[in-house]
């Protein structure tokens, strides 16, 4: 078989060119060594906050980072996601009612010692007013189970590991962009679903906090392990 065969036979098959997708230029050695040296170093300044401005941040902003999010990997291409970008007061008002009420059971009832002694350190408590002072709230649903195109139901694949990476790539894409985040996970989290009109296919999975800093914003005197610690080459 020739090559031009081949190649025919996997355009029938639904494939395309990696070149028709993937526009950037073959950068050599000595550019990738410091454009991921830059991305390192833009990463590192990362910092997750909870003290935010009031200060409105332009919704295609949003929408940038979460067509980022979307672009993520997922188990057999299924996508199993969606983002539910609030900016209503209102809404947001109802969420932070919602969320400080499971907090405040989850911290006098149900967290364990060891938990809260692990919390203690970063001075968090069932007191979530970043919920209605940051300008957006990203709520992020897995779908374990969808629809297909006849209206069957249809299991999804490695649903947590997907959508783990598409919020990675969605904080990633709000930092770069210059705004500061916060993961939010109360628990139990139904009631996003339920606030925000979502299927009953969707669980809620993260309510991410994005926003600009407060002036005189501050964040705990964390220390990341050391990078010996956390990775290895063989």
């Known amino acids: 078989m020739t090559d031009a065969q081949n190649v025919h036979d996997s355009d029938e098959a639904g494939f395309i060119p990696l070149s028709s997708v993937r526009t950037l230029p073959d950068r050599g050695d000595e550019e990738i060594v410091a454009r991921s040296r830059a991305f390192f170093e833009l990463a590192r300044q990362r910092r997750t906050v909870r003290e935010f401005s009031t200060r409105a941040v332009p919704r295609i902003v949003i929408e940038n980072a979460m067509r980022a999010a979307a672009s993520a990997p997922s188990g057999a291409n299924q996508?199993?996601?969606?983002?539910?970008a609030v900016e209503d007061p209102s809404i947001k008002s109802r969420i932070r009612v919602a969320a400080e009420a499971e907090e405040r059971s989850f911290y006098a009832e149900r967290a364990p010692d060891d938990w809260l002694?692990?919390?203690?350190?970063?001075?968090?408590?069932?007191?979530?007013?970043?919920?209605?002072?940051?300008?957006w709230l990203i709520a992020i649903f897995a779908q374990p189970w969808g629809l297909d195109a006849r209206g069957a139901r249809q299991k999804h694949y490695y649903v947590s590991e997907t959508v783990g990476i598409a919020t990675g790539i969605l904080i990633a894409a709000l930092h770069d962009?210059?705004?500061?985040?916060?993961?939010?996970t109360p628990s139990p989290m139904g009631f996003l679903r339920?606030?925000?009109?979502?299927?009953?296919h969707e669980r809620a999975f993260l309510l991410l906090v994005a926003g600009h800093p407060a002036p005189d914003a501050r964040v705990p005197?964390?220390?990341?392990?050391?990078?010996?610690?956390?990775?290895s080459f063989r």
């Open 79 to 84: 996508q199993p996601w969606h983002f539910v």
């Open 117 to 135: 002694a692990a919390l203690e350190p970063l001075g968090t408590d069932a007191d979530k007013p970043f919920l209605e002072t940051a300008p």
């Open 177 to 184: 962009a210059g705004l500061v985040t916060l993961t939010h």
């Open 194 to 200: 339920e606030i925000l009109g979502r299927p009953e």
């Open 221 to 231: 005197d964390i220390h990341r392990k050391d990078f010996a610690a956390v990775a």
